[in-house]
T-cell receptor
Framework: RKEVEQDPGPFNVPEGATVAFNCTYS??????FFWYRQDCRKEPKLLMS???SGNEDGRFTAQLNRASQYISLLIRDSKLSDSATYLC???????????FGTGTRLQVFP | DGGITQSPKYLFRKEGQNVTLSCEQN?????MYWYRQDPGQGLRLIYY???????QKGDIAEGYSVSREKKESFPLTVTSAQKNPTAFYLC?????????????FGPGTRLTVL
């Protein structure tokens, strides 16, 4: 089983739609969780951290479910500019080593 | 402007040649990292360094070497021992190792070995 698993997609959604991605992680001792965004052929950039209490930033909401070992990202009112690959990132118990998922590709169409 | 630079953006080499990828940061970050990204796979850690003159192997260090002679610089050498060197190589840095701080990525170098 992979340490961090994501549905690769693509998720094709119209502008204005709400879309959600999940990411599961295998290590129950994982401590920190993040969503990064990566545009085509570009470097990843931090989108948001995921806190136990949930985290909202504008149209984006991230949530953590420790019991089921998954994190989610919800995007409301999708924009064309949201089209990208969303990487789930987990830090395990010790140190600052990031474990990356393979990413979920989102394509928003007009 | 502060940031991380990688050069070159695209690099072509013949099989059997060593090649060195550049990574420079002026963010005054302590830690630096090298990842490779292959299609359909997540980023995988090659090497990382938390302090000058010290570095540790990541998950896929075989066939690679690094140095950290200066805080700002963390070059990666892809040696002929690396069996599948064609990939997208990303360098990152963060303010403090041992406690999570956001990793900032450079624009990457696409290496193609012919």
């Amino acid at each position: 089983r992979k340490e961090v698993e994501q549905d690769p997609g693509p998720f094709n959604v119209p502008e204005g739609a709400t879309v959600a991605f999940n990411c599961t992680y295998s290590n129950s001792a994982s401590q920190s969780f993040f969503w990064y965004r990566q545009d085509c052929r570009k470097e990843p950039k931090l989108l948001m951290s995921v806190y136990s209490s949930g985290n909202e930033d504008g149209r984006f909401t991230a949530q953590l479910n420790r019991a089921s070992q998954y994190i989610s990202l919800l995007i409301r009112d999708s924009k064309l500019s949201d089209s990208a690959t969303y990487l789930c990132v987990v830090i395990e118990e010790m140190g600052d080593k990031l474990i990356f998922g393979t990413g979920t590709r989102l394509q928003v169409f007009p | 402007d502060g940031g991380i630079t990688q050069s070159p953006k695209y690099l072509f080499r013949k099989e059997g040649q060593n090649v060195t990828l550049s990574c420079e940061q002026n963010l005054n970050h302590d830690a630096m990292y090298w990842y490779r990204q292959d299609p359909g796979q997540g980023l995988r850690l090659i090497y990382y360094s938390q302090i000058v003159n010290d570095f540790q192997k990541g998950d896929i260090a075989e066939g690679y070497s690094v140095s950290r002679e200066k805080k700002e610089s963390f070059p990666l050498t892809v040696t002929s021992a690396q069996k599948n060197p064609t990939a997208f190589y990303l360098c990152a840095s963060s303010k403090l190792a041992g406690d999570y701080n956001e990793q900032f990525f450079g624009p990457g170098t696409r290496l193609t070995v012919l």
